[in-house]
């Protein structure tokens, strides 16, 4: 957590600060995942932001100078959009000025996440970004393209599911109900899909991704969106976090694969 539709709908919200001049940067913490690029910061102050957007599950803001802010949020990590006199919390590592009283806060109690400065014009050269797989909703996200992928891997789907490398976007949560509504079982290895089931997978990242952006994603621990807004597709979960239900007449059980928890259904998904 955060996955792409989290990030998606971070993104969404900060769409109000569109047009805003920064006129500070406060960095109260030095160090989250990596170090905080505090000097190349200090370069957008007096920018105006020109677009906002989501590569995989990083969160990019463009600036007018011409430079780009990467932030991943790691697993605790959220932004927060607040005016006026902001009292500053715990876990708040950045606070980003904005005219209008505007303010854009970084917090992050686990310190997994991380910011980044960069050229606009780079982005798609820096390694971390460079090295990702297609975007789950990219339409080039074909039968063909994942098959060349999985044909020939001993890899579960799952673990495939999971790697940025070849699909940039899904994590743990939305890889099981991903498989769960595909109806293949966790325990499959890619080299045993066929392109028929490659496809359905396919429908089923697309179906579940796209439901999961317009409930504005899931709230589960720390993910709220940045207007305070909590997301509701946890309430549509058909089996993550179920381990012991029933659904539609077969019970729920929980694995661990690779080290990570996995809902599934072994009646439904085969």
Known sequence: MPELPEVETTVNSLNTLKNKKVIKVDIHTKKLRYLVP???LKQILNSKIINLRRIAKYIIIDFDDSNSII???GMSGRLKILKNKTLITKHDHLVFKFTGN????????????FI???RSDKINNIRYIKKLGLDALDSQLTIGYL???FHKSEVLVKQLLLNQYIVAGIGNIYASEILFDAKISPFT???ELNKYQIGTIISS????LKKAIRSGGSTINDYVSPDGTLGNFQNNFKVYGKEGKIIRGQKIEKIVL????????PSIQK
């Open 147 to 149: 098959y060349y992928k």
């Open 71 to 73: 932030i991943h949020l």
């Open 38 to 40: 505090i000097n190349p």
């Open 102 to 113: 505007n303010k854009l806060i970084f917090n992050d109690p686990r310190k997994f996440g």
């Open 205 to 208: 990242i697309k179906k579940i």
């Open 258 to 265: 690779y080290g990570r928890s996995t809902f599934f259904c």
């Open 189 to 191: 290895k890619g080299k």
């Open 116 to 118: 980044d400065i960069v």
